[in-house]
């Protein structure tokens, strides 16, 4: 038992200590001219592999992406 207890708590720690340099990116694109959601468009975080596309309401989530400074093209 006391072993289990010794894994299982450092499994936690290295649980933590990966959450702690992950983080999400949210937001959303609308037309300039209107504000009007735009349904699917591509959102890209350039230089890396991230890609997602927008929602009906125009949202976006990058989720689970190591914290940093990124530039978006959409």
């Known amino acids: 038992m006391k072993r289990f207890l010794i894994i299982f708590l450092g499994f936690i720690i290295v ?6 340099y ?4 949210h937001g ?5 001219n209107d ?9 890209i975080l ?10 009906s309401l125009g949202k976006f989530t990058f989720n ?3 914290t940093g400074t990124y530039t978006l093209k959409i």
Do not use: C, H, M
């Open 46 to 55: 350039e230089n890396t592999k991230y890609v997602t596309l927008t929602d």
């Open 22 to 25: 992950r983080g999400s990116l």
């Open 28 to 32: 959303w694109v609308v037309n300039k």
């Open 35 to 43: 504000q009007s959601p735009i349904f699917g468009a591509s959102v």
């Open 64 to 66: 689970n992406i190591p």
């Open 15 to 20: 649980i933590q200590s990966y959450a702690q």
